[in-house]
């Protein structure tokens, strides 16, 4: 599905170019969707959306480089979250009227024609999405998914919250550890900011806590081990933890990272139809429909996270399941500088090229010039 085109050498260049320092300038645009996100899971997350919009609502490859080419566009010239959104809404609406051949004009039904395909691709026959780590796949895979009743280990971490909250730091880990649900979200974004920091208990602990207490807020995301623990160590002290509850604390969380495979862990996405819970229409559609916005705002208003909080009770089999699988921020930073690498490659090899064809020039020179002056000597002593 997706995999397939995060792997073409022009999307490697986009997302490249977005862990690259000149993107960290983006507006979130006020959506609540990038309020815990760091700069960069912003920009990257939803260029993944708009990967993931195109591979369901329009499907062919037949306009994927286009798309392509127009996204890095907008992504390098806007620093709008909101606006880059918006423009994605349009570049899809551009591209559904390509696909099914309409002319688009002034004309309410070639709009509404556009509409209603996407509406139906999106939303009546759409995903919901779960972050997840990616150690639970294959049980997933196997068995289905059954919200908490998976291996895990709550107890401990239930210790770990009792210990906080002793120490008047409640708000360290929010989860309910008695709830027998979990939760779905309609975005693709929030889908990937939850695997990109499942289990969020975990992250919460490693750097995602509401304190301010200078905390490297990217460290989980990038599966960095010593970042992390190190948000961790500014944690219990700053709770004041005695030195048998920060071993132990530390001892639970190490134990957990090896366990989830942390180091190298990638972004693990799990997406059911919105119908599998009730989720298939939008109840202001038709509000949307006859407003008399463009057709890119009439999309970007479908396009619209609705719940990040879409709760999920009862089994899902694993046939109702599709997985994505996308690579940690390591691997996409590794192969960033394998991208720069050969640039620079190229650059040198033509640059040696280059001097190697003017250091021919500078020999012959050089002989042609040591030649005149062995001629002028014989010259001048024949003359003597």
């Keep these: 599905m997706l995999s397939n085109i995060l792997r073409r050498k022009d999307v490697c260049d986009v997302v490249s170019e ?10 979130d645009g006020g959506s609540i969707c990038y309020c815990n996100m760091s700069k960069c899971e ?6 993944f959306d708009a990967l993931f919009k195109y591979q369901i609502i329009i499907e062919t490859d037949v306009f994927l480089d286009e798309y392509i080419v127009q996204l890095r566009k907008l992504f390098k010239k806007v620093t709008d979250l909101h606006d880059i959104n918006l423009g ?10 390509l696909k099914l051949d309409i002319t688009l004009s002034k004309e309410e039904t070639s709009k509404l024609e556009i509409v209603d395909y996407v509406y139906d691709k999106y939303i009546v026959n759409g995903y919901l999405f779960h972050g997840y780590s990616g150690v639970y796949r294959d049980q997933i895979k196997r068995y289905g998914f059954s919200p908490e009743k998976y291996q895990h280990s709550y107890t401990k971490f239930m210790d770990i919250k009792r210990i906080f909250k002793e120490h008047d730091f409640s708000s360290v880990i929010n989860k309910n550890f008695q709830d027998e649900y979990v939760e779905f979200t309609d975005s693709f974004i929030m889908g990937c900011y939850y695997g990109a920091n499942s289990p969020m208990y975990f992250y919460q602990l490693l750097g995602g806590s509401e304190d301010d207490l200078g905390f490297d807020r990217e460290a989980y995301f990038k599966n960095d081990y010593f970042a992390c623990f190190n948000n961790l160590n ?8 005695s030195s048998f509850e920060k071993k132990y604390v530390t001892k639970i969380c190490l134990d957990e990272w090896k366990s989830l495979e942390k180091n190298t862990n990638n972004i693990n ?15 202001d559609i038709d ?28 089994k899902i089999e694993a046939k109702d399941i599709l997985f994505v699988e996308i ?11 394998r991208i720069c690498f050969e640039k620079n490659s190229s650059s040198i090899e033509k640059l040696n090229n280059a001097y190697g064809s003017v250091s021919i020039l500078i020999l012959l020179g050089s002989l042609f010039i040591a030649l005149g002056v062995i001629l002028t000597i014989i010259t001048i002593g024949k003359g003597m």
Excluded: H, W
């Excluded at 996405?269 to 109840?283: D, H, S």
């Design 287 to 314: 509000d949307i429909k006859n407003s008399t916005c463009d057709l890119g705002e009439l999309l970007f208003k479908i396009f619209n996270s609705r719940s990040n909080n879409i709760v999920c009770k009862e």
């Design 42 to 47: 912003q920009v990257l997350f939803t260029f």
């Design 88 to 97: 994605i809404a349009k570049i899809i609406g551009k591209i559904c009227a």
């Design 269 to 283: 996405i799990l997406m059911i139809k919105r119908e599998v819970l009730g989720c298939n229409f939008l109840k």
């Design 18 to 27: 977005i862990l690259s320092a000149d993107y960290s300038n983006k507006k």
């Design 234 to 241: 500014k944690l219990v002290k700053e709770a004041k933890l």
């Design 327 to 337: 690579p940690s921020y390591n691997y996409l930073l590794a192969n960033k500088e």
